[in-house]
């Protein structure tokens, strides 16, 4: 019984720790427009920033947010 009781204690210490030991990585001072290291990249027809990977490129080269932005700005509207 008292071992159970030790290992109890154990758990919760354990758990009141962990995340003190999980410290966030010390800040590289990023800019603003970075997210997670990822380059953010501003829409062509609104201007929302989003992660490059998630924008859609068109055939001219720029970055759009949605297909809906990417016709749009297509049509010239
Ligand atoms: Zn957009």
């Known amino acids: 019984m008292k ?9 919760i210490a354990w758990r009141l720790l962990r995340p003190a030991l999980r410290k966030p990585p010390p800040s590289r001072a990023p800019p603003s427009r970075e997210h997670d290291g ?9 201007g929302i920033y989003a992660p490059e990977r998630e924008m859609l490129r068109a055939k ?15 049509e010239g509207a």
């Open 3 to 11: 071992y159970l009781f030790v290992l109890i204690l154990c758990w």
């Open 38 to 46: 990822e380059r953010m990249i501003a829409c062509a027809h609104c």
């Open 60 to 74: 001219n080269g720029r970055c759009y947010c949605s297909p809906e932005h990417r016709a749009a700005a297509a």
